[in-house]
Nanobody, 117 residues
C-alpha cells in the first residue's frame, strides 16, 4: 500500500516560517521524483517545488528564494521549508511522488497552510 503522510501545516503570520514533511511508504523512494503542489481557493493546482532522484530542483517563480525542497532518502521523507510566508501562500499543500516515466504517480491527502496578514 502506498502512503504519503504529510505533517507541518498550520496557521502562521506573514513573514513567518513553516516546514512541511511528507513521509512515503510503498514506493522506491530513492528513485522517485518528489514534489510539492498547492491549490489556493478558487485557483488551479500549481507546482511549488520539485526534487528529482538525483537532487535536481525546480521552483515556482513565486517561491524562489523563500522555499527550499529537500529529501532524506534514509527516512523516505521529503521536506518543504517555507520562509517569509505571504498571505498569497495560503493554500492546501499536496505531496506528490512520481516514478520514472510516470510508472506511478501518487498524492498525499493535503495539508492546510494559512498565512495571516
Amino acid at each position: 500500500q502506498v502512503q504519503l503522510v504529510e505533517s507541518g501545516g498550520g496557521l502562521v503570520q506573514a513573514g513567518g516560517s513553516l516546514r512541511l514533511s511528507c513521509a512515503a511508504s510503498g514506493i522506491v523512494f530513492s528513485l522517485s521524483t518528489m514534489g510539492w503542489y498547492r491549490r489556493a481557493p478558487g485557483k488551479q493546482r500549481e507546482s511549488v517545488a520539485i526534487i528529482t532522484s538525483t537532487g535536481s530542483t525546480n521552483y515556482a517563480d513565486s517561491v524562489k528564494g523563500r522555499f527550499t525542497i529537500s529529501r532524506d532518502n534514509a527516512k523516505n521523507t521529503v521536506y518543504l521549508q517555507m520562509n517569509i510566508l505571504r498571505p498569497e501562500d495560503t493554500a492546501v499543500y499536496y505531496c506528490n511522488a512520481a516514478g520514472t516515466f510516470n510508472t506511478y504517480n501518487y498524492w498525499g491527502q493535503g495539508t492546510q497552510v494559512t498565512v495571516s496578514s
